[in-house]
């Protein structure tokens, strides 16, 4: 019975080390080592990233990026650096597949696609569309019943 739970005991603290083990690739390395995270940033999109007024760069996406290399830090035990790198939609993938960022909070739609290329976080922000249509000439009744719009 004692070699049952003794094989219990290894094996949980073993899944409980995978995800460290998994997390602590060439990237975590690499910020360990520098000390400085190259965080992939929009710069004119408001208001998740951009510069105001005083040429500061600010937002929602800046304030995670800070947060995420402060606790990532904390982790490490030391100090991180955040260097801002400016994306747009064309570089935001590639700068992260390339290893010019560590790593990108650019405003980004998790699409099944892009799983392929990139790793995503948890969702931590929500966004919904909507149209806009003339307010006369039963537009809305027209859209409701039309099978390219309903659904």
Not at 28 to 50: E, H, R
Not at 138 to 151: A, L, T, V
Request: hydrophobic share 40%.
């Amino acid at each position: 019975m004692k070699r049952v739970w003794k094989s219990v005991l290894v094996l949980a603290v073993v899944f409980m080390l995978v995800p460290c083990i998994c997390f602590a690739g060439p990237t975590y390395d690499k910020v360990k080592d520098t000390g400085v995270v190259q965080a992939g940033l929009m710069y004119n999109s408001i208001p998740a990233a951009y510069f105001n007024d005083k040429n500061e760069w600010v937002g929602f996406d800046v304030d995670i990026a800070s947060e995420v290399v402060n606790r990532v830090g904390q982790s490490m035990g030391k100090e991180l650096k955040m260097e801002k790198i400016k994306l747009n939609n064309k570089t935001r993938i590639s700068f992260l597949t390339s290893g010019r960022i560590d790593m990108s909070t650019a405003n980004m739609t998790h699409k099944r696609e892009r799983d392929k290329t990139i790793d995503f976080s948890i969702t931590y922000f929500f966004d919904g569309q909507e149209a806009g249509l003339y307010a006369g000439h039963n537009q809305r009744e027209k859209c409701r019943q039309s099978p390219e719009i309903s659904g």
